[in-house]
């Protein structure tokens, strides 16, 4: 029984040894994987700094862009409102000189209007035969009527018909 007693003794402290030796081996694993977790962790720490300092860089970078962009969209708003304030003050210019004209026009019209009236009927409905049809109509227009119907009747009745064909539209 000692024997026994012995030999469960002996071999209480062999598996006691293994077991001691399993332990140490589990803690060096541990370790190991500890070490190996902390050198991760660090390397996502480093990763989540670069992406940090990356989004600052962006967002700075996209604010300096946006602000570029709006001194850019100013100045063109500026130059859109430089255009139309000229555009308008050309079309303002243009009707103007659209009115100069029609008074130049009239003034004109109404001194040849005034020649042909003070010119014997036979010599202006010579004249406006040879004439353009278009302006003949447009100095007859502008005559009275009496003065027209004697100059028409002077004129070549084919050429006669064609003003009055125009004087009537």
Not at 49 to 55: I, P
Not at 115 to 142: H, R, V
Request: proline content about 1%; aromatic content about 4%.
């Amino acid at each position: 029984m000692k024997l026994l007693i012995l030999f469960t003794m002996l071999y209480t402290s062999v598996w006691a040894l293994q077991t001691s030796d399993r332990l140490f081996e589990c803690t060096e694993i541990f370790k190991e994987r500890k070490s190996e977790l902390l050198v991760e962790l660090e390397r996502i720490d480093e990763q989540k700094q670069a992406l940090s300092a990356l989004k600052t860089a962006t967002e700075e970078l996209l604010k300096k862009k946006e602000h570029k962009l709006n001194i850019q969209e100013e100045e063109i708003n500026k130059k859109m409102a430089q255009i139309s304030q000229k555009e308008q003050n050309i079309k303002d210019m243009l009707s103007k000189n659209e009115k100069i004209l029609k008074e130049l026009k009239d003034t004109k019209m109404n001194k040849i209007a005034q020649t042909f009236a003070k010119m014997k009927p036979a010599a202006a409905s010579g004249i406006l035969s040879d004439m353009d049809k278009n302006d003949a109509a447009q100095i007859l227009q502008s005559l009275k009527p009496k003065v027209v119907g004697k100059i028409l009747t002077k004129m070549d009745s084919k050429k006669a018909s064609e003003l009055t064909l125009l004087l009537a539209n």
